[in-house]
């Protein structure tokens, strides 16, 4: 398994020229197809569905305004991946509202890289909880890049979540190929007084057969999983954390948080996540 299209969203956020430029880096490491989409931002339903004149006067100026800026971000898309080097690389601007068009987009493309929306700017194109709405509405796994990230390289030192779900596991699975690449590689099962964690050997012989050499740090802690991930991979020096999205149900997870939104909120390295 490798990666032959990568996705990274292209939008006007501050950060955003750094969440393109570790996608076009990961395109040239594995020579895959890089994908850059902007959206317009505004749902397909909404003016299309509101008549012809009204999508003709009322919406038409606000629509094109909306439309040469997507044009305007996805040019300067092209000139950055072509200053890395990309081989192959196109843009693409998709007339629908961010989450819903990116979702989608993620359907055809191994691996998605958004940028997590600075806390700074609410309004930004798709709200502050796109990465979770893409993570579970889509189709593949996500990379999501921190706003204060500055830096391109990741991959080298990944931290993996583990928990034994059926999230995790796909998590793993799709991190193959840079856990193959890496430096090091420690799988951290982090427990709780309620569920003390336990060592999963058979794990690390899964890896093993992927060639991957994987270290199993095990850690029952009384603080939030999250925090204590975020905490290891400062300890480590990780500049990749990998880990399952959404392990309890939907709707307790969203109502009362957890790992997945703890880390989205307050993540310091890229992470890689799969629902």
């Not at 750094?18 to 996608?23: K, N, V």
């Not at 740090?217 to 880990?243: F, I, P, Q, W, Y």
């Amino acid at each position: 398994m490798s990666y032959k299209t990568i996705l990274v969203h292209v939008d006007d956020a501050p950060q955003a020229a750094t969440s393109i430029a570790l996608a076009a880096l990961l395109a040239i490491r594995f020579d895959a197809h890089l994908l850059g989409v902007a959206t317009s931002g505004v749902s397909r339903f909404f003016y299309r569905d509101a008549g012809a004149d009204l999508a003709r006067t009322v919406l038409a100026p606000y629509m094109d305004e909306r439309l040469r800026t997507a044009e305007s971000l996805l040019a300067r898309f092209e000139a950055l991946a072509a200053r890395t080097g990309v081989r192959w690389y196109e843009r693409r601007l998709i007339d629908d509202e961010t989450g819903a068009a990116l979702a989608l987009a993620t359907r055809y493309a191994d691996l998605a890289v958004l940028c997590q929306p600075d806390p700074a700017r609410p309004n930004a194109a798709g709200g502050i909880d796109l990465p979770a709405y893409t993570l579970l509405a889509g189709a593949h796994p996500l990379l999501v890049v921190p706003y204060i990230q500055t830096g391109a390289v990741v991959g080298q030192c990944i931290l993996v979540a583990w928990n034994g779900s059926r999230q995790a596991a796909r998590a793993v699975s799709a991190a193959l190929p840079l856990l193959r690449q890496a430096d090091s590689v420690v799988i951290a099962v982090v427990g709780t007084p309620q569920a003390p964690a336990q060592s999963d050997d058979e794990l690390l012989a899964w890896l093993a057969s992927h060639d991957v050499d994987a270290e199993l740090v095990a850690d029952t802690t009384s603080l939030e999983v999250g925090d204590c991930l975020l905490s290891l991979a400062a300890d480590r020096a990780s500049d990749l954390l990998v880990m399952g999205g959404y392990g309890h149900a939907r709707v307790r997870e969203l109502l009362l948080g957890g790992a997945t939104r703890t880390i989205l909120k307050t993540m310091t390295i890229p992470v890689l996540m799969a629902h």
